[in-house]
C-alpha cells in the first residue's frame, strides 16, 4: 500500500506491557495505532504464570485478530509486533513476536530494525549445529542469547555485542519483559505508564491510543529490564550520541507521535516553513500530497502566505480487497488512490509539497494529474534532501540504482517529473525542523540524504540489506 | 462508522453509465468513489442486449464485488448504487438496484432520496393487488411505473408527478438509461462524458475517479432519457427554484465533488472564513475535527491569521474488523477513532472547529478528550447553524428529541459539551458561503436548521422518515 | 457435486413448523438432514407476532447459516427450504422461501416441484401490472394468491386452482402455516409431530433428525391449515390416485426416509433383489456405485448368494473448496471423487450395481475405472428402467438428445459405456419392488421411463423445464 | 470429528513425491485421500533448485489449500503431511512439515508415529544450547540430525538410532527425499510408482488416488533414499519382526487401502465372519456403525446368512461449519452425526456391528438411539477384542481410568451400554483377520487389547503420551 506511493517503508512496530489486566487487549490497539509500521503481519505473545502462548497471523491487526478470544490471551504481560516484510521473507513463519518454548521456560522476541552481521553471524551459529525456522535476522539474536546461557541482562547484553546495525528489541523471557536500544538509537523507542503497569512501544501514539502516559525515551545502548522489582536500568554499550532516523519524521511515523521529544507534525510543519524560506516561488496556492505531506504544506503556506487547499485527495476505502484497476483502465483515466480536484487547482499555479522522493514515478504521476486537472503551473517543493543513498538500519528504500536523487541533478529530476520548478530542503533545514534541544536531541541520521552512516558497514556482506 | 461520530447519514448514491465496454468496471469504480454516501450494500446491474444481469450484496463497495468476474457483467449499460440503511430495512433484499424481471423485457431502479407518500401509495397499490417484497419505497415507483403500462418517457413522468419528496432516480429499462430528479432539485445528480459514452451520478468525484468529464447538472424536474439516439431532455414537473441539500455542502459529500456548480471544499473553506469573522476569538491555533471540518478549520485559520495545526488525529485503519474497545477499556484511556495531539495542544488555547452538531455526545467526548490532552482552553465553532428539525428528504438525523440545537439554546450546548465558548455560523453566513451566482445556486435546502421545508409535509404520515 | 455423477438433481427440500420455542433451529436441522435435495442455497423464514423475518443465502445449509445468530430468528412458527438451481435461475433473489411484506401482513413461500404453466399465468400476470423481481415459478403462486384477496384456504385452493403440475408447497401467512399437495401426489410431503408443534416436510429423515414423529403423509389434492386452533384439512382438488415419483426411491431421496409409508433403502434393496432374479449373472462379487446403489447391490448379493464388497470408494472430503483436478492431472491418473479398490476387484468377475443410467458417461468411466484397476470383467445391472423420457415435475435431468436410454438400445448402451454385460431392472420389478400395498402406494409415476405422463403437458410451452 | 464418535484418534498422515513436474499438486490430492489421518492441519514444502519452500495451515486439506496457487509451490520434489494434533500442541508451528533453513541448505520433516524419549532427548538438546520453536517431538529429530553435522544417510541413521517409538519418518533434504521406518514396523509406509517418479505415503489409497502404482513396503529399520541416482536403501537398524498397528486395521485406515500387502475392507470382512463363527446370535438383521464397522458387519452378515441392513445413517453433510445442537436440542431428540433408521429396525432383533469400545459413551449412545426407534432387541458385537491400554505409538485414545475396557468386565460393559447381549473378537481371531501369510505379514501389534508393547517403556516418562 505504501509502497505505491512512496517506495518506502517502515520496518516494524514493537509493543510491550508488563502488569496490566489487560494486557493482551491493550497490545492490540496498541499495535493497532502502529499499523502504519507494518501491515503484513502481527502477532501477540502474552506470559501468564510464566508460560508464554501467542498468536500470529499475516494480515493487518484488525484481521489478524478478529477471530481471536482475548480470554485465550491472558496474562499480565504481553508483547507484540507489526511486520513489514521484504522480499524473501514474507512468509508467517516470519511474523513475530518468534516464540521459543524450551522444557523450562519460553521466551519471545520482536524486532524493529536491521542487523547488519546477522549473515555471519548466521554462517558462525550453523556450523555450530543451530537450526533455524525463519530466515528473520531476529532468530540470531534468540540464538545468541540462548547459546550464552540463560537469558538474563548478562546474557543479553553479551549477545546484543555481538550485533551491529540500528534495533529496537523487545524479549519476553517468562515473565521478564527487556527493552534494548541500539547504541546510536537509530530507531525510536519509548517507555510509558498506565496505571501501574509499564508500556514499551516505537511510537508515542500507541500511549496515547491506550491512555498512557508517556515517561521516557529508552536511551542509546540502554538495555531495561522490568519484572515483579520494578524497572532497572542496565547499560550494555557507552551511551553514543542519538542520531534518530530523519525519516521517522519526514515520512514514517504518525503525526501524533512524540519521537525523542520531538512531535512529529510540528516538525514537519517546520519542514513546511523552513522550505518556504529557502524556496518561495509565486503561485496561488499550496497544496500537499496526502498524507504524510499535509503538515509540511500547512507549513509552507502559512510561512508562504499563500492559502493551503485540498488540490489532491486520498480514497479512504482503497484497502486489501480494494480490485486495482487494469493498465488499460488506468489510461483510460481511472484513478487509483489519490485524485486531484479541479475544482481547486484548474487554471491556477500549484505549490505542490511532498516529504520526498525515491524513484519519482509517483510524483510524475501526481504532476501529471494535477496539469490533466487544470493546474497551470505545478511548482514541486520537496520537505527533505535529496535521497542518495540506501538505508542499512531497516528502512526498505529502493537500491541505489532507483534511488531518483542518486542518479540526477535537481534540475535533471524536475525535468523528469514534468514540474515548473523544483526544490528541495537543504540537510541544514531539515536538522533545524527536527532538533529543537541540542541537549536531548543530539542529532539526526540523515544517512540516505548524505551517505554519512553513524555505524558504518564493514563489508559488502553488511550492505546487503535484510529485514526487521 | 459516521453514525458513531455524527449521527447524521447520508442516504445512498447511485451511478449510471451508458455506451462503455467497460460499463460494470466503470461503476464500481464510481460507486467506491461515492463509498462515503451508503456503506450497508451495493450493487450493479448490467444491461446486454437488453437482458439485465446484476450482483448486489450488503457490506462495502469492496468487500461486495471480491469475487464478482467483471466478465461475468459485460454489457455496455450499467446502474449502480451504494446504499445507507436506516433501522428496519437492513435487508439483502432493499440493498439496489432493485431488479424486476418480466417475461418481455427487465427493469432496474436505483434511488437517493425519500418519497414522503410512500405509505400513502403502497397502501393503495396493495388494494390492487400489488405485492412487495422489499420495504423500501423506492419499489413503490416501480409498481406506479409499471401499473401505467409500458415503462417509457411518458409513464415514467406519470409515476413521478404521484410520488412526492426529494429523489435522484436511476432507471433501466432495457437497453434504455432514464435519470429524474425532484421538482427542487433537493438531491445531487450530475451527467457527464467519458468518451462516447454517457455517466450519470450522485457526486462528481465519481467522475473524476474514472476519467470522465462533467458536463452539466441534471435540472429541477427534469427527466434524462439516454438510448442509441443520445440523451433526451423531458420535463416532467414546471422547473422550480433549485434547493440543493445544505447538509451536503457542510457534511456528506466528498471535498473534491462539485455540486450544482460549486466545489465542496472551496464552499466549507469559505464557511470556515466566514465564521470567523462572524465569531473571533483569542486563541493559540485552530484545529478541526477529521476528516469533514479540516477544510472550515483551514479557512477559519486563514481568516484569523492563526496557525492550522493537527490537534485530532484519525486512524485510517479503524474498519469493519476493528475490535471496540469495551466500556471498561474506554474508561481505561483506550481511543476509538479521533486521538488528540498532546503535542500540539498541550498547554494551549484551543479553537475547535465542527462542521456540525447533531446530538452533541461525540462534540462533549472531544473536548473532553482535548482538555485531557492538556489544552487549556477549547473554544468550539460550528461552521453552519444549530440543526432544529428533522429531514423528510433522505438523510438520517436523529429525532427531534434528540437534537441538542432543538431543546437548548446556545449557551446550554456550549455548557453540555464543555466548551468555553461556543459559536455557530449564522443562515446567511453559510448561504454566502454556498451560493456563488444566484443565476445558478438559486437557494439551498436548510429545513433542518430552519423548519421550512421546500417540500411540506402535509400530515403525520408524510413525516415519518423512511429510507431511501 | 450430484450433478457431476448423475445428471439427475432433485430441486429443493421444504421445511415447516408450528408452535415451538425452537422454531428456526429445530428447521436448519431439519434442513440439513435434507441437504441433498438442494445443495446451491437455503432459506429460514419465521413468524412472531405475525412479524415474517428471514435469512437466506446461496450454499450449504452450514455455510448458510454459520453466522446466523438463532436469537435473531425467535418465533414459533418456521418455514425452510433447501434449493438446487438450475440454469438461469442462479441468483440469490430465487433462494427460498420468497418473502413478500404488505403493510398489513406478511407472507412467505416454499415450493418443491415444478409449474408445467408457469409462463402462461406470468404472461397474463404481467399484463395485468404484476412486477417480478426472481425468474421462479414460485413467484407466480404468490402473485395469484394476493390476486384473489386475502391470502386465506380459499383464495389459496383458487390459485392452486389455476397451477398445473408437480408441487409441495409451504404458505406462511402471518401466523398461519398453510401445506399443499399436487392432485396426484408427485412430490414427497409428509406431516409429523414434535409434543405439541406440528411438522411437515419433503423427507421423514427430517423428522427422525429433529427427534419428531411421522404422523402421516399429506394427501393428493389436499390443503391443510395449521394455526392456534390446530391442524385442519381442506381439499382444493378431487383426491387422485397417488402416483409418487419413482425416482424419489431410485436415487434422489435418504435411504432412511420413508416416503408414502415405504422405506427408501428397503425398497431398494427390493429392487437390488428382482434385478438379480431377473439378470442374474456368474461373477464373483458384487459392488455397488457409492452412495445411491449401495442399498441394491446388497439386495443383489443376498439374492444372489455372491459376497458384496467395497469395490469403489467415495471419498468423503470432497466439498465445495476441493480443487477439481485438471484435464491433465486426470488423464495421469488422478481421481476425482470415487476410486476403485484394487485389493477388492483385481482379477475378479465383478457385478457393478447401479441405480440408473442418464448420459452413460460416468457409468463409462466407473467401468474404466475398474477395468483399469484388475477388474477381469465388468457386468452392469441397473437397478431401474432406462430413462427414456424428460420430466415436467422438477426433476433436473438431461434433455432427451442427450439420455444415452433415449436413443440407444441396451445393448449398444452396453457397448458405449464398456460393460461385459449389462440388463436393466424391468418396470414391473420397479413397481413391484416399490410398492407394498396398493391401497396405499397405489402407483408410481415413472414417466421418465415410459413417457407415460400423469399430468399431460398441453403444449410445447408446458414442456419447457423450468425450476421449482 | 472423529474423536466424538470414537475417541481414537490417528496421528497424521505422510506424502513425499521425487521427481514429478507435478509433485506439489499430487501432493494435494495424496494428502486429500489421507485426509481421515488428520484434520487439524496440512502443509506441503517442495524444493526446486535446491530450495525449499511451503505453506502449511490449520484446517482441513481442501481449505488450507484453497487459495494457495500450485505455481508458486513448483518443483519436482514435495514432501506433505496431514497433522491430528493432541491437547497442548494444537498451534500452527507444530503444523507439520517443520522447515529449516540454514544458509546452505533446506531441510523438511513429515513424521507419523510417536518419540517415547523426545522429552529426555530434548532436556539434553537443550541444555546444549539448542531452541525450540514446537512443542513436537519432530523438532527433536531435526536437532538430532543437524547435531551430528551435514544431513547424510549416516547422520539420519545416527539420529534414528537416539530415538526409541513408533515412526514413519520423511526427511527432504535439498534435493533428497529419505523415508525411515522404525524397527518393529508399527506404523505403515509404502512405497509406490507413478511414471519415473517415486512416491511414498502412510497409506496405498493415496497411490490409488493420484494413479501410482504400489511397490512394496518400507521395510522395519529400513532408511531409504531417493535422488537423482534413484531409490537406494540402507539399514539403520536389524530388521525386527514386522508388527504393524492392529487398529490401522480395525478402525483407523481407509478400507481401500492395503497395509503390509493386506487389503483393510477385506480385513475387516473377515473380522466380521470371525465374529459371527464367534459369538453367533439369533436375530432378524445385522447393521454396522458407519462408517468404519461396515465392512465387519458385511462380513458377519455373510457369515450368519442374515441380512444385512442399512439400520444407522450418516450425515454427509456435518462438517467444520456444523452447527452443534445444544443439550437442550439434543434432549429433545436432535441428531448429531448418527441416525437410527426406524423404518428398518422396529420391531426387529438387531445385531449392531462396531469396529472397537473405547470409553462406552457413543455405543450407549446408539444402542439408545435404536432403541428409541423400536428396536425389539439390540445385541453388540465388536469386530476387536476390548480395549484395555493405553498406546504409546501415536494412537491418541483415552488413558486407562476412560477405557471402559480396561475397568469392566464384558458383562459390565454389556450392562453400561444397555445391550440385550454382547461379544468381542477373540485376539486370536483378530489376528486371523488380519494375517494372511506369516512370512509376509508376521505379527501386529495389539498391545493396546494385550498390554504387550513391542517397544516397552523404560519408565513413567516414556509413558507420557505426546504427538506425532
Redesign the interface.
Known amino acids: 500500500m505504501l509502497a505505491e506511493i512512496k517506495g518506502i517503508n517502515e520496518e516494524c512496530g514493537v509493543f510491550g506491557i508488563w502488569g496490566h489486566e ?1 494486557a493482551a ?2 497490545t ?2 496498541g499495535l ?2 502502529m ?2 509500521r507494518g501491515q503484513e503481519g502481527a502477532g501477540i505473545v502474552v506470559s501468564k504464570d510464566k508460560e508464554l502462548t501467542g498468536y500470529k497471523q499475516l494480515g ?4 489478524v ?2 477471530q481471536v478470544k482475548f480470554d485465550d490471551l491472558n496474562g499480565k504481560i504481553a508483547l507484540g509486533h507489526v511486520r513489514y516484510a521484504t522480499q524473501g521473507g514474507k512468509g ?2 516470519n511474523v513475530q513476536p ?7 521456560s519460553g ?1 519471545a522476541l520482536a524486532h524493529n530494525g536491521n542487523l547488519m552481521n546477522a ?1 555471519a553471524l ?2 558462525e551459529l ?1 556450523k555450530e ?7 528473520s535476522d531476529t532468530e540470531v539474536l ?2 545468541l542469547m ?2 550464552s546461557g540463560e537469558v538474563t541482562e548478562a546474557t543479553i547484553s553479551e549477545a546484543l555485542n555481538r550485533v551491529k546495525g540500528a534495533y529496537a528489541y523487545l524479549i519476553l523471557e517468562d515473565d521478564t519483559l527487556y527493552a534494548a536500544l541500539d547504541p546510536a538509537g537509530i530507531r525510536p523507542l519509548s517507555i510509558g505508564r ?2 501501574e503497569a509499564y508500556v514499551v512501544a516505537s511510537e508515542t ?1 500507541a500511549f ?5 502516559t508517556f515517561e521516557r525515551e529508552v536511551l542509546p545502548g540502554e538495555l531495561i529490564k522490568i519484572n515483579q522489582d520494578g524497572l532497572t536500568s542496565f547499560r550494555f554499550a557507552p551511551r553514543g550520541k542519538r542520531q534518530m532516523c530523519a525519516m521517522e519524521y519526514v515520512y514514517l511515523s ?3 507521535s ?1 519521537l525523542n521529544y520531538v ?1 512529529v ?2 516538525s514537519r ?1 517546520r519542514m513546511g516553513k523552513e522550505l518556504a524560506k529557502e524556496a518561495p516561488v509565486d503561485a496561488d496556492l499550496v497544496i500537499g500530497v496526502p ?1 504524510s505531506s ?2 509540511a504544506a ?1 507549513g509552507y503556506a ?1 510561512e508562504s502566505k499563500l ?4 488540490g489532491i ?1 486520498k ?3 482503497v ?5 486495482q ?1 487494469s493498465q ?2 488506468r489510461e ?4 487509483m488512490k489519490l ?6 487547482v484548474e487554471g491556477k499555479r500549484v505549490i505542490m509539497i511532498d516529504d520526498s522522493i525515491v524513484r519519482g514515478t509517483t510524483s510524475r504521476r501526481i504532476v501529471i494529474m494535477l496539469k490533466d ?1 487544470g493546474a497551470k503551473e505545478v511548482h514541486v517543493r520537496i520537505a527533505s534532501p535529496a535521497i542518495t543513498d540506501p538505508c542499512y538500519y531497516g528502512i526498505d528504500m529502493s537500491t541505489k540504482e532507483e534511488l531518483i536523487g542518486a542518479n540526477n541533478s535537481i534540475e535533471e529530476i524536475g525535468e523528469i517529473i514534468g514540474a515548473d520548478s523544483i526544490a528541495y530542503l537543504s540537510e541544514e533545514g531539515l536538522e533545524n525542523a527536527i532538533v529543537k534541544d541540542k541537549t536531548i536531541n543530539q542529532g539526526v541520521c540523515m544517512a540516505c540524504m548524505t551517505g554519512l552512516y553513524p555505524v558504518a558497514p564493514a563489508d559488502e556482506k553488511e550492505m546487503d540489506i535484510s529485514n526487521c
Chains 1, 2, 3, 4 share one sequence.
Open positions: 489487560k487487549e491493550l492490540y490497539y493497532h495505532s499499523q502504519h493487518l491487526v484488525n484481521d485478530f478478529k508467517l513463519e518468534l516464540l521459543f518454548q524450551s522444557l523450562t521466551m549473515t548466521r554462517e550453523e549445529g543451530s537450526i533455524f525456522q525463519t530466515t534468540a540464538h540462548k547459546r498506565i496505571g501514539c496515547d491510543q491506550i491512555g498512557a504518525r503525526p501524533d512524540d512531535n507534525h510540528a510543519k498524507d499535509i503538515s500547512i502559512e492559502p493551503y487547499e485540498m485527495i480514497n479512504r476505502y484497502g486489501r480487497t480494494f480490485i484497476p488499460e483502465l483510460l483515466g481511472v484513478k485524485s486531484p480536484v479541479r475544482g481547486i486537472a
